[in-house]
């Protein structure tokens, strides 16, 4: 019997590869919208960052949401993030 092969995601913060399982996914929405995605299912265009706040931090730092998504994210989405990583 062959081993279901675990799909692998790279955090946008700390640039490791990790199960899809245990990070969050972000999506730029068709809409424009940027949000957080707890089902995985949502239409838009999709990012990565591990449940930790530290990761969404250096993502922030870095840009690295903005590279993804190639649009500007204001600050307020980045807050909005934060409390409800932490919730």
Same mark, same amino acid.
């Given at each position: 019997?062959?081993q279901?092969k675990? /799909?692998? @995601? $790279?955090?946008?913060g700390?640039n490791?590869? $990790? /199960?899809? +399982?245990e990070?969050? @996914?972000?999506?730029?929405?068709p809409?424009?919208?940027? %949000?957080?995605d707890t089902?995985?299912r949502?239409?838009? +265009?999709? %990012?990565y960052?591990? &449940?930790?706040i530290?990761?969404l931090? $250096?993502?922030r730092?870095g840009? @690295?949401?903005?590279?993804?998504?190639?649009?500007?994210i &204001?600050?307020?989405?980045y807050? @909005?993030?934060?409390t409800e990583?932490?919730?």
């Open positions: 019997m062959q279901k675990i /799909p692998l @995601r $790279k955090c946008t700390c490791e590869m $990790k /199960p899809k +399982r990070l969050v @996914r972000i999506v730029r929405t809409e424009g919208t940027v %949000a957080l089902t995985g949502m239409n838009g +265009r999709g %990012a960052v591990c &449940p930790d530290a990761c931090q $250096k993502a730092k840009k @690295r949401l903005e590279k993804a998504f190639e649009c500007s &204001p600050d307020e989405i807050d @909005r993030l934060e990583l932490d919730g």
